[in-house]
């Protein structure tokens, strides 16, 4: 056996960087921290706009096909705990490992639904601002896609035990499904949770239309579009979420528009929200300034005024670093 200790040594270092030269890992995140005066009058430090850190990467299987994982998890940054400690898993944001080829790519783990993930496209703050994002407030209220999602609670966004498909992009049509074979066994549920994607994008045009269901009944519809000329977009959506029984239902429009000018970007929002008898809005204003091409210093301003309760105002700075 002393004898061809060597030759399986040398294998064992040639085999590595055989595979490393067709794989590749990667960390990525984003770091979010700002000053702001939340909705309900109370100054404080925290993430305005979300910090997360992910480990995602790819192996080459040949043939043009590819192994491809991403693991993400969300915190806060001002305490440094996990995002819903105690009560969402520690990879909240996504657990997948799948394939990819020339057929499109199939995802399997947890993960946002194939409406979740597209939708912060037609959203100035792409749906991650907790002081100015009309999409945020407005979008999607009574669908919950995981009602027992986080250790019983509901998850607005993602679902465990999931099949996720993307397709390749045809003539500028891209269509992307979710969806889980597994019943959950919990008072209520009726089916299995689905989602569908049929989205558009050709030159300064870019439209998406979504229809989610999740494992209870409760529904949405999701039409979106985006119109960009120069440095202006302008963007516009419509949601239609309503519980299984039809007791409660909510219909949102909201109408956004960007401008970039040198290394600033000016956003401004609105939104209407028929939540069944009462009549919401949502009104906000925000300017993003680009210190490099990771670092982002904002500026945030929102103003609700919901039926129930009057006008409320949040503003906020913050600074955005990605890697």
Same mark, same amino acid.
């Given at each position: 056996?002393?004898?061809?200790?060597?030759?399986?040594?040398?294998?064992?270092?040639?085999?590595?960087?055989?595979?490393?030269?067709q794989?590749?890992?990667?960390?990525? &995140?984003?770091?979010?921290?700002?000053?702001?005066?939340?909705?309900d009058?109370?100054?404080?430090?925290?993430?305005?706009q979300?910090?997360?850190?992910?480990?995602?990467?790819f192996e080459?299987?040949?043939?043009?096909?590819?192994?491809?994982?991403?693991?993400?998890?969300?915190?806060?940054m001002?305490?440094?705990?996990s995002?819903?400690?105690?009560?969402?898993?520690?990879?909240?944001?996504?657990?997948?490992? &799948?394939l990819?080829?020339?057929?499109?790519?199939?995802?399997?783990?947890r993960?946002?639904?194939?409406?979740?993930?597209?939708?912060?496209?037609?959203?100035?703050?792409?749906?991650?601002?907790?002081i100015?994002?009309?999409?945020w407030?407005?979008?999607?209220?009574?669908?919950?896609?995981d009602?027992?999602?986080?250790?019983?609670?509901?998850?607005?966004?993602?679902?465990n035990?999931g099949?996720?498909?993307?397709?390749?992009?045809?003539?500028?049509?891209?269509?992307?499904l979710s969806?889980?074979?597994?019943?959950?066994?919990?008072?209520?549920?009726?089916?299995?949770?689905?989602?569908?994607?049929?989205e558009?994008?050709?030159?300064?045009?870019?439209?998406?239309?979504?229809?989610?269901r999740?494992?209870?009944?409760?529904?949405?519809?999701?039409?979106?579009?985006?119109?960009?000329?120069?440095?202006v977009?302008?963007?516009?959506?419509?949601?239609?979420?309503?519980q299984?029984d039809?007791?409660?239902?909510?219909?949102?429009?909201?109408?956004?528009?960007?401008?970039?000018?040198?290394?600033?970007?000016?956003?401004? &929002?609105?939104?209407?929200?028929?939540?069944?008898?009462?009549v919401?809005?949502?009104?906000?204003?925000?300017?993003?300034?680009?210190l490099?091409?990771?670092?982002?210093?904002?500026?945030?301003?929102?103003?609700?005024?919901?039926?129930?309760t009057?006008?409320?105002?949040?503003?906020?700075v913050?600074?955005?670093?990605?890697f």
């Open positions: 056996m002393r004898s061809i200790q060597p030759l399986l040594l040398a294998c064992a270092a040639a085999a590595p960087l055989s595979a490393w030269a794989s590749a890992v990667s960390v990525n &995140g984003r770091l979010d921290l700002g000053v702001f005066r939340g909705f009058g109370v100054a404080q430090v925290g993430t305005v979300r910090s997360n850190i992910a480990i995602s990467g080459d299987l040949g043939g043009g096909v590819k192994a491809v994982f991403r693991l993400s998890t969300r915190f806060e001002d305490t440094g705990q995002e819903g400690a105690g009560r969402k898993p520690f990879w909240h944001d996504e657990s997948t490992v &799948g990819q080829g020339s057929w499109g790519t199939v995802r399997v783990g993960a946002m639904t194939a409406m979740w993930a597209q939708d912060w496209k037609f959203d100035p703050w792409c749906n991650f601002n907790r100015a994002s009309p999409a407030y407005l979008w999607h209220p009574l669908t919950p896609s009602p027992y999602g986080n250790n019983g609670t509901a998850e607005y966004g993602r679902v035990n099949v996720f498909y993307d397709s390749p992009t045809v003539k500028g049509f891209t269509l992307r969806g889980s074979f597994e019943r959950e066994h919990e008072p209520g549920a009726s089916g299995l949770p689905y989602s569908t994607v049929l558009y994008a050709h030159g300064p045009v870019a439209t998406m239309a979504a229809f989610e999740n494992s209870v009944g409760d529904k949405d519809t999701f039409v979106a579009g985006k119109y960009t000329i120069g440095a977009a302008v963007m516009a959506a419509y949601d239609y979420s309503r299984f039809a007791v409660s239902q909510s219909r949102a429009t909201t109408l956004d528009a960007t401008y970039e000018v040198g290394r600033m970007t000016l956003k401004v &929002g609105y939104g209407r929200q028929r939540l069944n008898a009462d919401n809005h949502f009104a906000s204003i925000g300017a993003d300034y680009a490099s091409r990771r670092t982002t210093l904002y500026a945030s301003l929102g103003n609700k005024r919901d039926a129930t009057d006008a409320r105002t949040s503003f906020g913050g600074l955005a670093y990605a």
